[in-house]
């Protein structure tokens, strides 16, 4: 029975093999006749857009103003309403010390700086760049109010005074606000400064060299793409500040420059010196002040002694010329480096008095040509038509080979060097400014948020300034305003299928492309899912057309023409003896021993029909050969 089930399975394999192979075959056929029609209908649309041209360069001056004023004339088709979202201003929650949406539209609590700046020409020393608080010139939310940067290279510098000072003790510093380049940015920032607190501070003046705690936020000048956060320490031995400036992040900061969307810029400063810079609500640089500031807060214990000098005889040289190399007798220092080839043959047909150049026959001199000033004229050179079917023209050499003997200008080689002493580096010497600060959180208190800013772009969107030490009110804060701008910027954005319409409206051939790419897999699904026939009973005559032995199969009209006889055969049977079969169970017993002894019967009658086609087949043939 294993072998009837084996040889079962591999004709079902090979009807299967022969249905997958016609399947394929229009798969790949389908396949080309889409690619064929998509560049055929492309090319059409190239050749559409040629003609376009062609024509309109044929037309006349007055024909196509005529056509121009006739354009023009047509009303634009009204671009579709994008979903919009209702702004609410958001409201500060919880403890902070700085919070401004300028949704009032003023400039309340805001100083414009009077001052100018210092060491420069009197014509751009004020700081005259213009502000103003306005929608964004593309706003997805009527009535959200920000703070723009209205003038191009110019200087700009406003502040504000916090609600109260912030001091660096035992809760962290956060800092957040948006930015939107509405017309991009070629060279300037956007960053904020926390200005110091200080008695004499004055915002009326605040200027570049005004005293900040940290400067923080982004900036471009051209394809060098900023983050800055920069804090100022206080040297605790001699009391001056020197700018620490964080290590540049590894994110590609590219996006939120030129995106011309509205990004949200947070800082994070921790009590325990780490701190981190999110965009957009993520990480995209952390570290710690201790470790990941240039220049280091804390200076070198050690430092080279500036008096020491190297000594004339140190000798840094690890290799050197051995001294005792002596140059061989046979090094010929003046062998050439190409010889000629001695066993090179001219090739047969070599034109030795034929010039590979001579002057054009067809050459005329030209009729201005004045040999006056021009010289004699003299027909220009070309290929001699004589060595175009000769191995060559002209004077024979024999080629040049690279020279076996040949060694160059000779040299000691090179050994160690017994004096060598290593690379000289001057000695070491405590560092008499040495400090050991393993706190610079506590920075100087601020007092006030301010911008200065120098700017070749103009239109810069600020909004939603935010400062406080809780973590939760700030991304609050952050979901009421930069988040509610995130959502009305998607919602105004076109779906996947509104840009392939518009993509289609501009080029119709693209239709085309859509249609072969919905309809082609919906064919190639339906031709191998859809397709396939029922596999037929196979007769025993097709099974006889093989020596080898094949399981009993009947097919459909000899299984209905069996069940027709045996019902022929009920039919005519005495109703007596239907009678009696019910009514004994003995004759009943008998009938059924008889059928078990036939059905025995039938059995040992297949196997040794199953033994003789295996003995006739070529394979049992070659076993009992092999036996």
């Given at each position: 029975?294993?072998?009837?089930?084996?040889i079962?399975?591999?004709?079902s394999?090979?009807r299967f093999c022969q249905?997958?192979?016609?399947?394929?075959q229009l798969?790949?056929?389908?396949?080309?006749?889409?690619?064929?029609?998509?560049?055929?209908?492309s090319?059409q649309?190239?050749?559409v857009?040629v003609?376009?041209?062609d024509?309109?360069g044929?037309l006349?001056?007055d024909?196509?103003?005529?056509g121009?004023?006739?354009e023009e004339e047509?009303?634009?088709?009204?671009?579709?309403?994008a979903?919009t979202v209702?702004?609410?201003a958001p409201e500060?929650?919880?403890?902070?010390f700085f919070a401004?949406s300028?949704?009032k539209?003023?400039l309340?609590?805001w100083?414009v700086s009077?001052?100018k700046?210092d060491?420069?020409?009197?014509?751009?020393a004020?700081?005259?760049?213009k502000?103003?608080?306005?929608e964004m010139?593309?706003?997805?939310?009527?009535?959200?109010?920000g703070?723009?940067?209205?003038s191009?290279?110019?200087?700009?510098a406003?502040s504000?005074?916090?609600?109260r000072?912030?001091?660096f003790?035992?809760?962290?510093l956060?800092v957040?606000y948006?930015?939107?380049f509405?017309?991009?940015?070629?060279c300037g920032?956007?960053y904020?400064?926390?200005l110091?607190?200080s008695?004499?501070?004055?915002l009326?003046?605040f200027?570049?060299?005004?005293?900040y705690?940290?400067?923080?936020?982004?900036?471009k000048?051209g394809?060098?793409?900023?983050l800055h956060f920069i804090f100022?320490?206080?040297?605790?031995?001699?009391g001056e500040?020197?700018?620490?400036?964080a290590?540049?992040p590894?994110?590609?900061?590219?996006?939120y420059?030129?995106d011309k969307?509205t990004?949200?810029?947070?800082?994070v400063?921790?009590?325990?010196?780490?701190?981190?810079?999110?965009?957009d609500q993520t990480v995209?640089?952390s570290g710690s002040l201790?470790s990941d500031?240039t220049?280091s807060?804390n200076?070198?214990?050690?430092i080279?002694d500036?008096?020491?000098?190297?000594?004339e005889?140190?000798?840094?040289?690890?290799k050197?010329q051995d001294?005792?190399?002596?140059?061989?007798?046979?090094w010929?220092?003046d062998a050439?480096?190409k010889?000629p080839d001695?066993d090179?043959v001219?090739?047969d047909?070599w034109?030795?008095?034929?010039?590979?150049y001579?002057?054009?026959?067809d050459a005329?001199k030209?009729e201005?040509?004045?040999?006056d000033?021009?010289g004699?004229?003299?027909?220009?050179?070309?290929?001699?038509?004589?060595?175009?079917s000769a191995?060559?023209c002209g004077?024979?050499e024999?080629?040049?080979i690279?020279?076996?003997?040949y060694k160059?200008?000779?040299?000691?080689?090179m050994?160690d060097?017994?004096?060598?002493?290593?690379?000289?580096?001057?000695r070491?010497?405590?560092?008499?400014d040495?400090?050991?600060?393993l706190?610079?959180?506590?920075?100087?208190?601020v007092?006030?948020v301010?911008?200065?800013l120098w700017?070749?772009?103009?239109?810069?969107f600020f909004d939603?300034?935010?400062?406080?030490?809780?973590r939760n009110t700030a991304?609050?804060?952050?979901d009421?305003g930069w988040?509610?701008k995130k959502?009305a910027?998607?919602?105004a954005e076109p779906g996947?299928m509104?840009?392939m319409?518009?993509a289609a409206e501009e080029?119709p051939w693209?239709?085309?492309?859509?249609v072969l790419?919905?309809?082609?897999?919906?064919?190639?699904?339906?031709v191998?899912?859809?397709t396939?026939?029922k596999?037929p009973?196979?007769?025993a005559?097709e099974?006889k057309?093989?020596d080898e032995?094949?399981?009993d199969?009947?097919d459909?009209?000899?299984e209905?023409?069996?069940?027709?006889?045996?019902?022929?055969?009920?039919?005519e049977?005495?109703?007596?003896?239907?009678d009696d079969?019910e009514d004994s169970?003995?004759e009943?017993?008998e009938?059924?021993?008889?059928?078990?002894?036939?059905?025995e019967?039938e059995?040992?009658?297949d196997?040794?029909?199953?033994e003789?086609v295996l003995?006739?087949s070529p394979?049992?043939?070659g076993?009992?050969r092999?036996e």
């Amino acid at each position: 029975m294993k072998l009837k089930v084996i040889i079962s399975v591999q004709a079902s394999r090979r009807r299967f093999c022969q249905t997958m192979d016609l399947k394929a075959q229009l798969c790949v056929l389908l396949l080309a006749l889409g690619l064929c029609v998509t560049l055929q209908v492309s090319a059409q649309e190239e050749d559409v857009d040629v003609d376009v041209e062609d024509d309109v360069g044929d037309l006349g001056d007055d024909e196509l103003l005529d056509g121009e004023a006739e354009e023009e004339e047509k009303p634009a088709p009204a671009p579709a309403a994008a979903p919009t979202v209702t702004y609410k201003a958001p409201e500060p929650r919880g403890e902070h010390f700085f919070a401004e949406s300028f949704d009032k539209g003023t400039l309340d609590g805001w100083v414009v700086s009077q001052a100018k700046k210092d060491d420069i020409d009197e014509e751009i020393a004020k700081y005259d760049g213009k502000w103003e608080v306005e929608e964004m010139k593309d706003t997805k939310l009527p009535g959200d109010k920000g703070l723009v940067l209205k003038s191009r290279a110019k200087h700009h510098a406003i502040s504000a005074l916090l609600l109260r000072p912030f001091t660096f003790d035992t809760k962290p510093l956060i800092v957040q606000y948006e930015v939107n380049f509405q017309n991009g940015i070629d060279c300037g920032g956007a960053y904020v400064k926390l200005l110091s607190q200080s008695p004499d501070l004055s915002l009326a003046q605040f200027v570049d060299k005004t005293p900040y705690t940290i400067m923080f936020g982004p900036d471009k000048c051209g394809e060098d793409y900023k983050l800055h956060f920069i804090f100022r320490h206080k040297n605790p031995k001699t009391g001056e500040y020197e700018e620490k400036h964080a290590k540049k992040p590894e994110s590609d900061l590219r996006t939120y420059y030129t995106d011309k969307k509205t990004h949200l810029y947070t800082l994070v400063l921790n009590p325990d010196n780490s701190f981190e810079i999110l965009v957009d609500q993520t990480v995209v640089n952390s570290g710690s002040l201790l470790s990941d500031m240039t220049p280091s807060v804390n200076p070198p214990a050690e430092i080279e002694d500036p008096d020491d000098h190297k000594p004339e005889d140190w000798d840094e040289r690890p290799k050197i010329q051995d001294p005792d190399a002596v140059k061989p007798d046979d090094w010929d220092e003046d062998a050439p480096a190409k010889i000629p080839d001695e066993d090179a043959v001219k090739p047969d047909g070599w034109l030795d008095d034929e010039p590979e150049y001579i002057a054009d026959p067809d050459a005329i001199k030209p009729e201005d040509w004045d040999e006056d000033m021009d010289g004699e004229w003299e027909a220009p050179q070309v290929p001699n038509p004589a060595c175009e079917s000769a191995p060559g023209c002209g004077k024979w050499e024999r080629p040049m080979i690279d020279n076996p003997n040949y060694k160059g200008k000779w040299k000691p080689p090179m050994i160690d060097n017994p004096n060598y002493q290593g690379v000289w580096k001057p000695r070491k010497i405590p560092n008499p400014d040495f400090f050991e600060d393993l706190h610079p959180f506590r920075m100087t208190p601020v007092s006030a948020v301010g911008l200065e800013l120098w700017s070749m772009s103009s239109d810069i969107f600020f909004d939603n300034f935010f400062i406080t030490y809780d973590r939760n009110t700030a991304e609050l804060w952050a979901d009421e305003g930069w988040g509610l701008k995130k959502a009305a910027e998607g919602a105004a954005e076109p779906g996947l299928m509104n840009q392939m319409i518009s993509a289609a409206e501009e080029k119709p051939w693209l239709w085309v492309v859509y249609v072969l790419t919905v309809a082609l897999p919906l064919v190639l699904i339906i031709v191998f899912c859809c397709t396939g026939k029922k596999k037929p009973a196979q007769s025993a005559a097709e099974y006889k057309k093989t020596d080898e032995p094949q399981p009993d199969v009947k097919d459909d009209a000899e299984e209905e023409e069996e069940k027709d006889e045996q019902e022929e055969a009920k039919a005519e049977e005495p109703e007596e003896n239907r009678d009696d079969a019910e009514d004994s169970p003995a004759e009943a017993a008998e009938e059924d021993e008889e059928a078990e002894k036939q059905e025995e019967a039938e059995d040992q009658s297949d196997e040794k029909q199953e033994e003789e086609v295996l003995r006739r087949s070529p394979r049992s043939k070659g076993r009992a050969r092999k036996e």
